[in-house]
């Protein structure tokens, strides 16, 4: 299945202080790759802000500090397991956003 990226990516959903108290009591779980307590997880934008990523649910994932920075840094086997737990509408954002070669380039598969 070939994905297009939107032609019109430059545009991104901005959320508001509210906004974002809103996704945080959505979103904010244990740490997508570790599990470890929601207390200290911070949201990660699978699609980066620099990239048109949106500030909506299925666009972050709740991650440790450690395994954020790892994400930062594209570490193989980090991406690699937070791509295996995205959430079927996490997915669908990211290829409908980007496209199958940004998800494979960002968040490649290593048990495939």
Known sequence: ????PDPK??????????GWEVLRRIKLRGCRVCGVDYFI????????????GDDVA???????PTHHQEVEERKLVTCSVLRERLTPAELRYVLGKKGDRFLDRYYPLLSA
């Open 58 to 64: 299925d666009n972050l994932v709740p991650l440790c």
């Open 9 to 18: 990516s430059g545009r991104r959903i901005i959320e508001d202080r509210e």
């Open 41 to 52: 997880v911070q949201l990660h934008h699978l699609v980066g802000r620099d990239l048109a």
């Open 1 to 4: 299945m070939i994905v297009r």
